[in-house]
């Protein structure tokens, strides 16, 4: 298995822009995450989901963030309007009896 | 009380010796219990788990050490190497419902050589 595949591998981009982070899950697992990581805050739980329905998104940090999961293979997480202080890696991960995730995307918004 | 909670931030260990990293939680409907490892520029990846009707669970050089009624859990690494350098991330996850994780802080371990 190719394992948790996430695109783009780094973004680079002007505050006010839209920014889209794309995951394909594992075959298979029915759980889907994403988490945001920085310095300062570490490993942030935003939103999962269980057979593409949204189970929990407490941890989305405000109505720039949405999240969907149109079928069992993809998973978007949108910001718009994109600011500096989103700039983190996103990850994303996936479930059935084990977590795993993929390699993350680096976004810089300047 | 979706906290987990670990130390130390940081950890410098001699090539050989034991690096201990320990966390604490306090939601009882946590079920699972995944150590993950996190080296630069990748994602956590899964390094050993443990339930919590097991007390140790051991493999190669890492083990975790569980005391249910503390709600406290560890990773020992024994015969530490400077390929151990990395990130290690405790965390607790409800198995039902999804499999939602909870991750601790983070301790960045680094063995001299």
């Known amino acids: 298995d190719a394992g948790v595949i996430q695109s783009p591998r780094h973004e680079v981009t002007e505050m006010g822009q839209e920014v889209t982070l794309r995951c394909k899950p594992i075959?298979?697992?029915?759980?889907l995450f994403w988490y945001r990581q920085t310095m300062m805050r570490g490993l942030e739980l935003l939103i999962y989901?269980?057979?593409?329905?949204?189970?929990?998104d407490s941890g989305m940090p405000e109505d720039r963030f949405s999240a969907k999961m149109p079928n069992a293979s993809f998973s978007t997480l949108k910001i718009q309007p994109s600011e500096p202080r989103d700039s983190a890696v996103y990850f994303c991960?996936?479930?059935?009896?084990?977590?795993?995730f993929g390699p993350g995307t680096r976004l810089t918004v300047t | 009380q979706q906290q987990v909670k670990q130390s130390p931030q940081s950890l410098i260990v001699q090539k050989g010796g034991i690096s201990i990293i320990n966390c604490a939680y306090e939601n009882t409907a946590f079920d699972y219990f995944p150590w993950y490892q996190q080296f630069p520029g990748k994602g956590p990846a899964l390094l050993i788990a443990?339930?919590?009707?097991?007390s140790e669970k051991k493999e190669g050089r890492f083990t975790i050490s569980f005391n249910k009624s503390a709600k406290q859990f560890s990773l020992h690494i024994m015969d530490s190497q400077p390929g151990d350098s990395a990130t290690y991330f405790c965390?607790?996850?409800?198995?039902?419902?999804?499999?939602?994780?909870?991750f601790g802080a983070g301790t960045r371990l680094f063995v001299k050589a």
């Open positions: 991960a996936s479930s059935g009896t084990e977590q795993y």
């Open positions: 075959s298979g697992h029915n759980s």
């Open positions: 965390a607790a996850s409800i198995r039902t419902g999804g499999f939602k994780t909870i």
């Open positions: 989901f269980n057979n593409n329905v949204p189970i929990d």
């Open positions: 443990i339930r919590p009707d097991v």
